[in-house]
């Protein structure tokens, strides 16, 4: 059985910035997305906070009844990142990070936990539970993360999804660095724990990392801003080169995929992608041709270009109207 997942940077999620909600709603609902990331959910540069929790706040408020009417049977959740300094940034970005996860009722629910007060719906939350050594030079994240727990209806099963949008800051590879680095922290620091965290009963879960990371992997033949296809983390959430793996250290490894074009060139009316920005990140014994959890498999991570879109748009109304990204897909296959 597949569950599809999506990825999409919408580039403020505004009317106010000319953003056409409905076109959004449209493609979310044409891919049949049981869940989608959202990234840069801001408008004219501020965070829309929805707070955490159902009872949403402030103008989000007006946003979620606005894409939720045009998605009968989806939910949604908001999530807001305040940007932090860091001092090796040459070129800050003081707006932070909105984020969203939209998912459709009819096949997954929220994650539920038992504790001394009752059960308890799991809300998506920010997350910024990580220690890092500072002494090897690694600081926080300049915006944290956004983590979801979804239940598969009928199923043991769980999807952790952990979305982010990576600082970019400049060209410079002060900022480019800075960059590796933060995946690093995500693959080394906050994708283990959350992944072997338990919340009161031993269910099976596939967690992704997955949003817009502002690097490319080689396969993409982009030519820039490089990074490296696999993590690999000692079990002291230390990251190592492929020719220095400790052998006295438990290992794991985490390998990002998905090495499509996935950004709009900024000009012209062909159809033209630059970067290879959107990926997903996966622990190794759960992506490629490798499978655990009684099956479970991560496969296909792709772009969907825009002539591929489930709706009638040209590039230049795609790009003035909807993002500078395209919405990535990928699906993870369970076994009955």
């Given amino acids: 059985m597949g569950y599809k997942i999506g990825s999409f940077n919408v580039k403020n999620l505004s009317k106010n910035n000319g953003t056409n909600l409905d076109i959004i709603a449209q493609i979310i609902a044409g891919e049949r997305f049981d869940i989608v990331a959202l990234q840069e959910v801001l408008d004219s540069g501020k965070i829309l906070d929805g707070g955490m929790g159902r009872r949403v706040r402030g103008e989000a408020a007006a946003y979620e009844d606005y894409l939720l009417r045009r998605l009968p049977g989806y939910q ?21 990070e909105g984020y969203a996860f939209l998912w459709n009722t009819r096949r997954v629910e929220l994650a539920k936990h038992v504790t001394p007060s009752g059960e308890q719906v799991f809300n998506p939350r920010i997350w910024g539970q990580y220690s890092l050594k500072r002494a090897d030079g690694v600081q926080r994240l300049v915006r944290d993360p956004f983590f979801g727990r979804f239940k598969i209806k009928g199923m043991k099963q769980e999807i952790r999804l952990i979305t982010t949008h990576i600082y970019f800051g400049s060209n410079s590879a002060v900022d480019l660095d800075l960059r590796r680095r933060e995946l690093n922290i995500l693959a080394g620091a906050i994708y283990p724990r959350l992944h072997d965290k338990t919340y009161g009963v031993n269910t099976p879960a596939i967690t992704v990392l997955l949003g817009d990371y502002n690097l490319n992997l080689r396969d993409s033949l982009v030519g820039s801003s490089y990074m490296n296809a696999v993590i690999i983390v000692d079990d002291n959430g230390m990251v190592h080169s492929a020719a220095d793996i400790p052998t006295d250290k438990n290992i794991r490894t985490f390998t990002t995929r998905q090495s ?3 950004t709009l060139s900024s000009t012209g009316a062909e159809e033209k992608y630059s970067n290879n920005y959107d990926h997903i990140t996966v622990e190794t014994s759960i992506g490629g041709d490798h499978r655990a959890h009684d099956g479970d498999a991560v496969v296909n991570p792709h772009a969907i270009r825009v002539c591929d879109l489930p709706v009638d748009i040209d ?18 296959s369970f076994r009955d």
Wanted: hydrophobic letters at 35%; glycine letters at 8%.
């Fill in 76 to 96: 949604m959740r908001w999530g807001a990142s305040n940007v932090k300094k860091v001092a090796s940034a040459e070129n800050g970005d003081k707006r932070g």
């Fill in 260 to 262: 499509q074009l996935s």
């Fill in 315 to 332: 590039f230049e109304t795609y790009r003035s109207k909807v993002s500078d990204h395209l919405p990535i897909s990928v699906e993870l």
